[in-house]
């Protein structure tokens, strides 16, 4: 059982930078591959980026926010983190913090394969 808390969002001009957070619950937290997803209005949920729990942790992007967006995690503080710079207004959506047992590309980048999600949180990019 996880419990997934985001945080960081916010109103942000283009160009700017937000740090994402989600707080997790539970002490198996690093047994769990952790993904950001987001979902802007009149859209589907759509894939961000995910890291494994092995090792040093594998990291996927999606094309649309790689080379821009960073995942990390800490374990020790069960914390996970999506640092997004160079914004754009394409950006803004409800940013989502999930956690799955998925370990390869085809598990973490589809939202039906994780089986904790948070709350959301708001990221709006103004031009």
């Known amino acids: 059982q996880v419990q997934l808390v985001e945080s960081g969002g916010g109103l942000v001009q283009a160009g700017g930078s937000l740090r994402l957070s989600c707080a997790a619950s539970?002490?198996?937290?690093?047994?769990?591959?952790m993904g950001w997803f987001r979902q802007a209005p009149g859209k589907e949920r759509e894939f961000v980026s995910a890291?494994?729990?092995?090792?040093?942790?594998?990291?996927y992007y999606a094309d649309s926010v790689k080379g821009r967006f960073t995942i990390s995690r800490d374990n020790a503080k069960n914390m996970v983190y999506l640092q997004m710079n160079s914004l754009i207004p394409e950006d803004t959506a409800v940013y989502y913090c999930?956690?799955?047992?998925?370990?390869?590309?085809?598990?973490?980048?589809?939202?039906?394969?994780?089986?904790?999600w948070g709350q959301g949180t708001q990221v709006t990019v103004s031009s």
């Open positions: 539970g002490r198996t937290f690093s047994r769990y591959a």
């Open positions: 890291i494994s729990w092995r090792g040093l942790g594998n990291k």
């Open positions: 999930a956690a799955g047992g998925g370990s390869n590309w085809s598990s973490l980048s589809v939202d039906y394969d994780y089986d904790y």
